[in-house]
């Protein structure tokens, strides 16, 4: 499986991204979908998680209700909707692929694929 993410960039605090994450290399609606970020000097930190069909969704505390998670299986990608952003949201942002669980996971070492990640950066 290989994973491409996109649309990060560089936002005012209040504003709104849309990050992709394209998939290839096996059948997408067969496995569960997660984002993940990392801050600098902090450890990889679980975002938001989507279940094959994407009935099945779970976001951290931190960013329910502002970040919504999708995906179109007919184009094999996964998308990450953030509104209402906010400095500490400031990271780079990884997609990545669970080819085992049938629901969704919040643990990294779950997933056994990962996109290369897109900077989203929010300033104050």
């Known amino acids: 499986v290989q994973l491409q993410a996109s649309g990060g960039g560089l936002v005012q605090a209040g504003g709104s991204l849309r990050l992709s994450c394209a998939a290839s290399?096996?059948?997408?609606?067969?496995?569960?979908m997660g984002w993940f970020r990392q801050a600098p000097g902090k450890e990889r930190e679980f975002v938001a998680a989507a279940s094959w069909s994407g009935r099945i969704t779970d976001y951290r505390n931190s960013v329910r209700g502002r970040f919504t998670i999708s995906r179109d299986n007919a184009k094999n990608t996964v998308y990450l909707q953030m509104n209402s952003l906010k400095p500490e949201d400031t990271a780079v942002y990884y997609c990545?692929?669970?080819?085992?669980?049938?629901?969704?996971?919040?643990?990294?070492?779950?997933?056994?694929?990962w996109g290369q990640g897109t900077q989203v950066t929010v300033s104050s």
């Open positions: 290399g096996r059948t997408f609606s067969s496995y569960a």
């Open positions: 990545a692929a669970d080819l085992v669980r049938a629901g969704v996971s919040k643990v990294e070492y779950e997933y056994d694929y």
